[in-house]
């Protein structure tokens, strides 16, 4: 590729050639989907459209879903509604239901590709390598459906029950393994089939397959002598059929034949029935598309396009209702038509032997309705688009470096300026002379290249020059030259690119060493450099795009590597826009502005339009028809509306409104929803219900777009909220979506077209969780109202619980204290009356001794029993052991404490109060009645129990006392009241054991 970067190269000699090319648009290349596009394998044998627009495309090893842009494959792997075998080999749609022939029977699938049913054909001549093989699959105008297997026919009911099996051919491998070729299914129900042995015929009144010559058949005799594979009906009444050099159109309705001869022999055709009155051949001048019409005096045949897929192995073609061919070939699926008709190209040719490189456009020029073509080293073309027509100019000899054309300008009349690669030249196209300029210019003029050239509104004109020689200026109206060299004084860069004028008369540069700008300033007659704010000029640098706005006071221009430069002259300020804006990476080789204010860019992979005031980018890649890449020169024509692009000996036009208008809305499908990650299937009808931790939710769809589909964007919203990008790819996706009803809708635009109308999508719904619904906020109110009536129990209980200690402390302080204070009371005013001295007086005194040291006792007592810093057992064990051994060892009685760690063991102030008391009444009865001389006390804590023993050997009890005052009874009453077992073991001189059994209870 020549780059403006090195212009320095010398001017010879110059002459003129002159050649007429008429403008025959080369062919544009098909696309191909392959392996590596998804497809399951390269050998497709048949293709179908369904009624939603989707492509089914059956291969020797699977399944194919294709939508435009995606392809989904379907294949044999053992699951639940899987294919029974990969190898597909025909296929059939009906009844909203997809039929496709296997290598193990018929399998139904529903419309997602969900097999439900196979139906086996099992042969009456097994052959071990082809059994349960169905080679096809079809359906006649009665309803019923017909199978192929490698030795018979099967008539099939609309159930796929057999109705009957006709025997074509004992051995099935004798004709290739296959056993029927073509069908003819007419509108009356009557069909045809051609059988290795020849054609046969079949109607309801028939006795199994018949001959042609035999019955009712005979009409259909003119078959016999067809070619194999090649006939079918075409529109319903003409039954087509094609020879080595002919075409033959028999009309069922008038029983005549008509004949048209193909310009080209072959020896082998097959036949494709499409939509309507429309078939394509196959011979060997490749694939070729026909149209049966009527002119009022017969059938007329009109051939279309031709010549497509020379030397393929085509397996079928079909029509899409986009207008797109697609054909089923051994090497993948091929795609013919669509939007590869909106461009219209020229091929510029060369002299004999140059090179191709020769060829690459640095500039595209119009003067008029004329164009004008700079070439890397085949001087120039000048182009008619009205007529096709291109006439090629030779500013010098062969190998010339004055054939290497920068940039025109019109001088007047039928005259332009041409800036080649060694200097300024003249043409005159009139008498396509050329020359020198006949002016007083500067003699380097005519050794470097002229690198830019532009006349300014007071007809000046600027003139980069290569080699780092500046920049040099015309005034047309004194005919002087003047120099501004390369330097601080003159010219601030090396190589001048582009030059333009604003609005308001300033001339602004781009220059190949850096992205920053020039600006002639008129009142200090001096260049100056423009900074670009955000931009670093130092790694930046233009490239050759250039475009001057005057309407928007803007300058855009290419740059490398960052992309596309808007500088706003009004403010100074700039923006950036690169590959995170939408852009093709690579450099930008021209830019033009269209008559809406969208921008064309010649790209490194085709021509992008960009909208600046939306951020819409929109490429045109081969794809889409463009016939080469990349595209190096670009003019938009105001009066045409029409874009110019050039690529190496290429010219390319198009209509700008052709090109930017789509509005055939996309249908739009649901095609599979993920929760957590794994496919759910869809409800048959309602909504899909989810629950409370199914919220990261895929959704995918496909929008059917199958003339290009790979540019197709897309929008979604939920319940009618704002709509949020997508981009180009069809899957929406929620991470822990919050529980509620959803409304999801989507809607797809095409490359080049607006979006269309809402689609609803999927409406679903999530649960939340249950400590969010109400129920949960209900039962929540009831437990706490529970718990405060619980609260307020315990309260209650507590506070009766407090009322009946302070009554027993009551009882306790009236009984135990009050009793003793009476009586010593009455001891104290009997001594009192009676005289000093007397001995009853000294002994009250003693019994008051006696009775206040019981009342300290008692108080002890009952002080420990409320004090509940000893509701702890191990603190209350000690006490019950002092006791005891105080009031056994003064009886006289040896005691012996056995005692095991209490532990973290409680017991509240009654329960503490209430052992202490049956403690005690043991202990007293131990020391007042049991004559013992042992005692033993016991302590045992187990894991679920406490026991608590006195244990004598004294005399026992003769029987156990139930009288009222009886201690025993007391002890029962107390541990009854706690829910404690009390026993008393004894026997008459066996002595006594009395044990107390407390539930453990933890510490609260």
Known sequence: MVSRALPHLFLPLAALASIVAQGQPPPVPPQRISVEDGLSNPIVTDIRQDKRGFLWIATLNGLNRYDGSGMVQFIADGTEGSLPANGINDMLLARDSLYAATDRGIAVLDKNGYTSRVVHLWPTRDDGRREGQVQGVLRDALGQFWASTPTSIYRLDSNLAVLDEFLTQANPTASLNQNLYRTIFLPNGEALFQVPSGWRYWSPKSRGLEQLEEGTGRKYRFLAGSCSGACGLVGEHYIVTAGSDSVSVHDTRTATTSAFPLTDRSEWTNLFVLQGHEFALRRQEGLSFYTLGDDGHGVVLQPGLGG????????????????????????????????????????????????????????LFAQGPRLFIGTAGEGLFQVDPLTGKAQHHFPGPAASMVNIVWNFRTAGGDTLWVGTQQGLMYCALGTHRFGRLRLKYPEVMDSVAITALHEDSRHRVWIGLGRVKGVTLYDAATGNF????????????????????????????????????????????????????????????????????RERDEIWYGIVPSGLVCYRIGDGSSRMYG??????????????????????????????????????????????????????????????????????????????????????????????????????????????????????????????????????????????????????????????????????????????????????????????????????????????????????????????????????????????????????????????????????????????????????????????????????????????????????????????????????????????????????????????????????????????????????????????????????????????????????????????????????????
């Open 308 to 363: 497509q897929l020379r030397g393929t192995n085509v397996n079928g073609v079909v029509q899409d209702d986009e207008g797109n061919y697609w054909v089923a070939t051994s090497d993948g699926l091929v795609k013919i038509g669509g939007g590869n008709q909106l461009f219209h190209n020229l091929q510029l040719h060369k002299r004999p032997g140059a090179y191709e490189d020769n060829m690459e456009v640095i500039e």
């Open 482 to 549: 003047r120099m501004f060299p390369y330097g601080p004084e003159g010219y601030p860069f090396p190589y001048p690119l582009h030059a333009g004028e604003d609005a308001g008369g300033h001339v602004w540069f781009i220059s190949i060493a850096t992205g920053n700008l020039v600006k002639w300033d008129d009142r200090a007659e001096r260049f100056r450099v423009v900074e670009v704010p955000g931009l670093d000029a130092t790694v930046n640098q233009a490239h050759g795009s250039f475009l001057l706005d």
């Open 579 to 1004: 590959t995170k804006a939408g852009l093709p990476p690579g450099r930008i080789h021209g830019i033009a502005k269209d008559g809406q204010g969208r921008l064309w860019l010649c790209t490194g992979q085709g021509i992008t339009c960009f909208e600046p005031a939306t951020g819409i980018v929109v490429d045109f890649t081969p794809v889409d028809g463009l016939a080469a890449s990349p595209y190096t020169a670009l003019h938009y024509d105001r009066s045409t509306n029409r874009i110019y692009a050039c690529a190496t000996g290429l010219l390319t036009w198009f209509n700008v409104p052709e090109q930017l208008t789509d509005d055939r809305p996309m249908r739009t499908w649901l095609t599979g929803v993920d929760v957590n990650g794994r496919p759910v299937r869809l409800p048959d009808n309602g909504p899909l219900s989810l629950g409370p931790n199914e919220g990261n939710i895929t959704v995918k769809f496909s929008a059917i777009n199958l003339t290009d589909g790979n540019g197709s964007h897309y929008q979604y919203r939920l319940n009618g909220g704002d709509w949020i990008d997508l981009g180009k790819q069809p899957v929406v996706r929620f991470a822990s979506i919050n529980a509620g009803k959803y409304g999801l809708e989507v809607r797809a635009a095409r490359k080049l077209g607006q979006y269309g109308p809402a689609c609803s999508l999927l409406d679903f719904s999530v649960r939340p969780r249950f400590t969010s619904t109400s129920w949960f906020y209900l039962l929540s109110l009831v437990v706490v109202l529970l718990l405060v009536w619980a609260w307020y129990r315990y309260r209650l209980r507590n506070i009766r619980k407090l009322e009946a200690m302070r009554a027993q402390i009551s009882r306790d302080l009236h009984d135990e204290i009050g009793s003793r204070l009476t009586n010593i009371n009455m001891m104290s005013q009997v001594i009192r009356q009676v005289p000093a001295g007397e001995g009853i007086g000294l002994g009250l005194l003693g019994r008051i001794q006696e009775e206040s040291e019981e009342i300290t006792q008692s108080m002890r007592e009952i002080i420990w029993s409320v004090d509940p810093a000893h509701d702890h057992l191990e603190l209350a064990l000690p006490r019950l052991l002092a006791f005891a051994t105080q009031l056994l060892e003064a009886a006289g009685m040896e005691v012996r404490a056995e005692m095991d760690d209490a532990g973290n063991a409680e017991l509240d102030m009654a329960a503490r109060r209430d052992l202490f008391l049956i403690f005690k009444e043991a202990v007293n009865n131990a020391a007042k009645h049991s004559w013992a001389r042992n005692v033993v006390l016991r302590f045992k804590n187990g894991k679920k129990v406490m026991q608590l023993e006195v244990e004598d050997d004294g005399a026992g009890m003769p029987s156990m006392p139930t009288g009222p005052g009886g201690g025993l009874r007391y002890m029962r009453e107390r541990a009854a009241r706690h829910g404690w077992d009390l026993t008393v073991e004894s026997r008459p001189g066996s002595g006594t054991m009395v044990r107390l059994t407390i539930p453990t209870r933890k510490p609260t």
